[in-house]
């Protein structure tokens, strides 16, 4: 492991702007998503879309078993324990790999009470038990993703770890699976992760709540952090694309544990030194824990999808209203934000007025549906669109994308 000590450039200016005046809707006629039950009484909040045996179908992966497309035939091939708090569960990232290059595909995970991250193997037989193999046990953590951060086809596995920024790269498969950390400083650390080019030399960057660490030009070289913005406690992903077309990378990312999505908009002063402008998108739901980006209605141009991760916290703010998961686009013509409503719910009135006695599965009416600490993006009926997997405390729903018709 080589540990990167690093040093803060100035910090840029950040020009705030609070108004969702940018936001519309999108035409009714023109939302076109079909929600449908895989599990309504699952309880975790991790997914991975994955063939996981072999028939060239996409399956889903949650918690503590994969469901088998097409009709979602439940096999159960572990367990997964409650956290300390019994609210969660011990699976805060499922993620599809095939960690030893067997040819099947496996599960990476991380936890936040029991602070491991693991990698779980699927025997010769998928529908059996797998077998967990500890990786490392960082700290806790919200939620893990793969990104290709060094632009060589091999992706490392991020996750959000309190207090760290760390990633783990793959080095070795066979004959032994072997894993190295990299870890840089701790003044970036905090709620929320998330990578872009933030300044357009080629190269991903990690940002955090609380700026954005440069990737250098040699691999083992220390990553500059620049202390440039201070989001909060931000989402899983914070998103790094440039939505508006000018040329840089902004920065899109919703508030984990209150009312808020937004975003910071790039561009350069006079003197030519970076700027941000901050500018609501929309504040009408909380818990924006989840943000993922994809192209769902085939323009060439990036969205990204997010909701209301029920129950984040049970007692937070705007925990009973109403579930949700919507898509959001940059207009580059009108300068503003397309809402798209994929799902949208019933709150529930009588949850308990003791939050530590609310129960999701319960509170909410059932087939309610949100997002968890994960979601899945991808082609998941194979036929030309993007697809939406949700897993979360209220069950597990797929939303196909009706763009391309039967």
């Known amino acids: 492991m080589k540990s990167s000590h690093l040093s803060i450039i100035g910090v840029a200016f950040l020009t705030v702007c609070a108004s969702n005046s ?103 037989d998928p529908t059996g038990p797998w077998t967990e193999h500890l990786i490392d046990t960082p700290g806790s953590m919200e939620t893990s993703y793969l990104v290709d951060l060094y632009g060589d086809g091999t992706p490392v596995y991020l996750p959000n770890v309190g207090g760290q920024v760390v990633w783990y790269e793959l080095k070795s498969t066979t004959p032994e699976v072997k894993w190295e950390q990299r870890q840089l400083s701790r003044e970036g650390a905090g709620h929320g992760i998330g990578h872009g080019d933030v300044n357009s030399d080629g190269r991903i960057d990690i940002i955090t709540p609380k700026g954005w660490y440069e990737q250098p030009a040699e691999r083992d070289a220390d990553w500059n952090f620049h202390a440039e913005f201070s989001l909060g406690t931000a989402s899983i992903e914070i998103i790094g694309h440039d939505f508006d077309g000018d040329g840089d990378t902004d920065v899109t990312w919703g508030m984990g544990h209150n009312f808020g999505l937004h975003w ?31 192209d769902f209605n085939g323009d ?81 009926d194979q036929d030309g669109d993007v697809d939406i997997v949700a897993p979360g405390k209220s069950g597990l729903y797929w939303f196909e994308n009706l763009r391309i018709a039967k």
Request: with cysteine; aromatic share 10%.
């Open 300 to 380: 060439g141009e990036l969205e990204f999808v997010t909701g209301k991760r029920i129950y984040a916290h049970s007692s937070e703010p705007g925990a009973t209203a109403e579930p949700c998961v919507f898509s959001y686009r940059f207009d580059r013509k009108t300068t503003k934000w397309v809402k798209t409503v994929v799902y949208q719910g019933d709150p529930a009135p009588n949850a308990p007025a003791n939050a530590g006695q609310r129960d999701a599965l319960k509170d909410f009416p059932r087939g309610s549906a949100g997002t968890g600490l994960q979601m899945a993006v991808k082609d998941l």
């Open 264 to 294: 910071l908009k790039q561009s350069k002063d006079s003197n030519g030194k970076r700027t941000w402008t901050k500018e609501d998108i929309d504040t009408s739901f909380s818990q924006v824990h989840a943000l993922h980006l994809a």
């Open 22 to 124: 940018r936001l519309v809707a999108d035409d009714p006629a023109s939302t076109q998503w079909r929600k449908h039950t895989i599990n309504d009484q699952s309880p975790f909040e991790a997914v991975g879309v994955a063939d996981f045996n072999g028939d060239g179908k996409l399956d889903v992966f949650s918690g503590d078993s994969w469901y088998a497309a097409p009709d979602w035939v439940r096999h159960k091939v572990r367990d997964v324990q409650p956290g300390t708090n019994p609210h969660y569960h011990e699976d805060f990232a499922d993620v599809p790999l095939d960690v030893n290059g067997d040819g099947k595909v496996d599960i990476v995970t991380c936890a936040y009470f029991s602070r491991r991250i693991a990698w779980v193997e699927q025997p010769d």
